[in-house]
């Protein structure tokens, strides 16, 4: 028996609940362009998710296992989150300068560093290739082509609830809060986008030392 279509909504939610990069991003924009920001940034890691979840399901799920590309994007993601992270403390946002920040900070950007930021994450991979790649792989198996694609819609549909929840907390934080809260949480989410960004350098390293052994 088929699992619930609220099963595979929750499962999305799951998907997108855990605190990582994109949505401490969606903190960010928020801040500057209130729900539209925040919400266009997690826009841009759906587009990502469903990125993943086409080529899992065309079969080519070993396009994004194959050493050189996994290597590439975790470099790749590191650099783009220090990059990020450092903007925090460069360009701090308050109420203030929120409308000068509009015109440098854009939803079209937004959604592009959203992708960007979720197509580079080996987090995000394997949660994807793991979770959703067996989900996949037992569905096939019992179901039809339609009822799979059916319950991916839902997947994505969870992601994108949250995804609307995250952007409506964040524009009510916007709203409600003095400069120096808006620049303490400005930079505290700088603070973790450098950490996530000293992570997948630690991966990257360990990554092509350790496992591919391809410099030592």
């Not at 929750?10 to 990069?21: C, E, K, R, V, Y």
Request: include cysteine; glycine fraction near 10%.
């Amino acid at each position: 028996m088929s699992e619930s279509w609220f099963y595979f909504i929750l499962l999305g939610i799951s998907l997108a609940a855990p605190i990582g990069p994109v949505s401490l991003e969606m903190l960010k924009k928020g801040l500057v362009l209130g729900f539209c920001g925040a919400l266009v940034v997690g826009l841009g890691g759906l587009s990502a998710d469903f990125v993943f979840m086409s080529v899992i399901y065309a079969g080519a799920a070993t396009l994004f296992t194959h050493p050189l590309l996994q290597g590439g994007m975790m470099i790749t993601g590191a650099a783009m989150l220090l990059f990020l992270g450092f903007q925090s403390f460069s360009k701090p946002v308050s109420s203030s300068l929120a409308e000068r920040s509009k015109a440098d900070v854009t939803c079209l950007k937004s959604y592009f560093i959203g992708f960007g930021i979720a197509i580079l994450n080996p987090l995000n991979l394997m949660f994807w290739f793991g979770i959703y790649g067996s989900t996949l792989t037992n569905l096939s198996q019992n179901h039809t082509t339609a009822v799979v694609l059916i319950d991916s819609f839902y997947i994505l549909l969870g992601v994108l609830l949250w995804n609307l929840l995250i952007a409506s907390l964040v524009h009510g934080l916007r709203t409600s809060i003095n400069d120096r809260t808006i620049y303490r949480i400005n930079i505290a989410a700088g603070v973790l986008l450098l950490f996530f960004g000293v992570t997948f350098c630690y991966q990257a390293v360990d990554f092509f030392y350790l496992k591919s052994g391809w410099f030592g």
